[in-house]
């Protein structure tokens, strides 16, 4: 199972930046894809964006240009760099391995973290 660890959450003014980091051990030798998740409060979770076994990544629109997702296979850690903050990027932030077209069951078996909070102010 490739099971995840989220941290680098906190409190930041709008405009600020914050780096969150996912260790998820086995990632890379199971070709998992890796993906950010964030759950404001009263709303459902929505995906953020995906790094792919083929380093391949992808955005949801409202964080384009301002996110940008990294992997060092080294460390089996996942990153997500989050630059000009808004107030509606607070969430608590989750990743998650997910299997893709190429990695292993143990990518989706390890389920979810605990994830990192983000609180952002205007």
């Known amino acids: 199972q490739v099971q995840v660890m989220e941290s680098g959450g906190g409190s930041v003014q709008a405009g600020g930046s914050l780096r969150l980091s996912c260790t998820a051990p086995?990632?890379?030798?199971?070709?998992?894809?890796m993906a950010w998740y964030r759950q404001a409060a009263g709303k459902q979770r929505e995906w953020v964006s995906t790094?792919?076994?083929?380093?391949?990544?992808r955005y949801t629109d409202s964080v384009k240009g301002r996110f940008t997702i990294s992997k060092d296979e080294a460390k089996d850690t996942v990153y997500l760099q989050m630059n000009s903050l808004k107030p509606e990027d607070t969430a608590m932030y989750s990743c998650?391995?997910?299997?893709?077209?190429?990695?292993?069951?143990?990518?989706?078996?390890?389920?979810w973290g605990q994830g990192t909070q983000v609180t952002v102010s205007s």
């Open positions: 998650k391995a997910w299997s893709g077209t190429i990695g292993s069951m143990a990518c989706v078996t390890g389920g």
């Open positions: 086995g990632f890379t030798s199971n070709r998992c894809d």
């Open positions: 790094v792919s076994s083929d380093d391949s990544t």
